[in-house]
């Protein structure tokens, strides 16, 4: 099992010593000691206040804040919580990846989602209705031009003739893609386009606010993994080449006093039974001090022991 954090910028407002430079840069090395594999940013460019005061959160640059952590560090897999594919012009999306890749020495994987704040859609020119298309399309032309010279697409939303796009990205045949999304749609990006699938804990409310499908159980997660196989058994995928990355519903929260590491070791049996390959760690975000504490207690209680 492999374990992945989000830089703990999910509250607002957030903490400034999170959000500088050293702040991020200790964030990124701590975890990287304690044998965290993977570190992300979250991706909200244009935010309405309502949603923010709602509970939602402020957000860096993606890619600029991985570039930062990647300079920073040597081993860690960068995995942005997530892309919004649709917020960006796939060919733009492809060179930063692209670049990233690079610097880190291929250690940049892609996980991207279709979004769902419709108020941040608006500000940035794009569509909310066409954002599937959009989506779709420009996961096309992502592994295109990371693999193609003198490439051509001609897409209702994406034109280009005789693209050749270099340096590469140093990972073939290319960084891995990963496809976020709770709903049977999601599912199916994932065995026709993707090499993950990172769906996220979301009771009834929620998966309604955010327009897709409610996993609030190790069963209903199971029910989507099951899918899943079936639909790269379709598409004559390996399902077992997928990676899957999900929240532990044992144990508790990590930052709180009452964090069951019992618990928590077998929640991680029963999601790696279930085939679940990355576990996704949530740290507190209410100082740099408790983020790097949380950091330390897991790697005690939980990477050792496992």
Known sequence: MRFAITHPMHSQPYHPELLSGSGIASVAAAAEGAGFHGFGFTDHPA????????????????????????????????????????????????????????????????????????????????????????????????????????????????????????????????????????????????????????PFPAPARLAQTAGTAAIDSVDRLAAGIDDLRRRCDEAGRDWSEIDIIFTNFEGGSLGADDFDAAAYLGGLDKLATLGVTWVHVGLPGDSLSHALDSVERFRALVIDAG
């Not at 941040?120 to 592994?143: K, M, S």
């Not at 994406?158 to 796009?165: L, R």
């Open 47 to 198: 935010p309405s206040q309502r949603w923010l005061d709602a509970g939602g959160h402020d957000a860096l640059d993606p890619f600029v804040a991985l570039g930062f952590a990647a300079a920073r560090t040597a081993t860690l897999r960068l995995i942005p919580n997530i892309i919004v594919l649709p917020y960006r012009n796939p060919f733009l999306v492809a060179k930063s990846g692209a670049t990233l890749d690079l610097l880190s020495g291929g250690r940049f994987t892609l996980a991207v989602g279709v979004g769902y704040l419709k108020r941040e859609f608006a500000p940035l020119g794009v569509n909310y209705d066409e954002r599937a298309e959009l989506f779709e399309e420009a996961l096309r032309v992502i592994r295109l031009i990371w693999t193609t010279d003198d490439m051509s697409f001609d897409g209702k939303h994406f034109t280009a003739y005789g693209i050749t796009a270099h340096p590469r990205p140093i990972s073939r045949p290319h960084p891995p893609i990963w496809i976020g999304g709770n709903t049977a749609a999601a599912r199916q990006r994932v065995a026709d386009y993707g090499d993950g699938w990172c």
